[in-house]
């Protein structure tokens, strides 16, 4: 372990706490700056996690020289401004999913890192989970063969978060349970099998439980209560095929509600084996030409977001690549825009254009 970095958390919401926590786990962080807009939520939090410098802004944050690293925790339409900042007043970045609101401004805060010549991480945190890490062990070493499907489905059955706020308001989101959670699985099935080349899409996105908000009958809700004064203009479910050439086909079921029960689900099918991550992880496959289930075992208790929080401190001292790369979140990006066109328009979509 070498010096400790000095990190700055922007946005002290749920996610920046989450942050705030796994820092401390980080041998080579110290958490010394965090800002938010909201005065309350600033001092409460600076409190809770034992932070002492705190900024009513993310400018009056980045102007203090000290700070080499920041988390950028806030809002999907305020991802790219503040990363630019941040970039363009020299620290390295960490920036929550989705990376920004559209393909255009993810290939903005790229252009923005190599102009600064630092380092940027996405937080695509689902990768860095036990079972993924196997998972995707398992393909790298050959064991499914030539990889032709993936199929998703990412279904919460009521899981609309923060009912009128941010997250359901499309300005502010840049879309509803695709971008936010759809995102997650998306880079998880192209970082495992290394399809990072989606070219078409047909898909359809649908709000069938936001609107009228007072109608959504639910258990728990992230980022709650509901504001019945606020805004529903997302999706809540969406369902599509996405092409990688001629190569393989990735069909996905990504629902923020919907009148099915809960699932997590990524499965791989490929020549030699098929796998899932999501519940038990069983390799389907052949032994000495009999069919077997081969059980993974691994150990779950990591904590995924030290874990990544690690891994970028390490690549912003020059000890390490960043765990998930700002090319990666244009990819995710460009399906994400991808799919929301091929909905608009009701036909299948080039990815890119
Ligand atoms: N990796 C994951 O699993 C995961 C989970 C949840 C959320 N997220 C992401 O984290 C981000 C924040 O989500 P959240 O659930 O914490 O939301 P939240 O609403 O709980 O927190 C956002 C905070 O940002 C503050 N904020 C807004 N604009 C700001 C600005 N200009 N400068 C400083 N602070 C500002 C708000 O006041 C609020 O306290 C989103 O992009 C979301 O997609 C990631």
Redesign the pocket.
Known sequence: MGSKMKIGI???????SVHADAYKKVGDADLVGL????PD?LAEKAKRHGIPLTYA??HELLANPDIESVSI????N??AP?AIDALKAGKHVML???MAMSTAEGEAICAARDAAGKVLQM?M?RRQSADAEIVKKAIDDGKLGEIYQIRIRLIRRRGIP?MG??FTTKAESGGGGLI?IGV?FFDLAMWATSLWNPTRVSAKTYAKFGSPMEDYHYIGM??GPPNYEGTFDVDDYAAGLVRFGDQATMSFEVAWAANANDEQMLEILGTKGGIKVGGDTVLLTEVDGMLADVKLKYDDKADGFAKELTKFVAAAKGEGEPAATGEQGVVAMKLIDAIYKSSKLNQEVVVGE
């Open positions: 922007i946005g002290a919401g749920t996610i920046g800002c938010d807009i909201l939520t802004t993310h925790c806030v809002p999907n305020m991802h503040i929550e999913k989705p937080g945190v923060g706020g941010w936010d997650h992230w980022a």
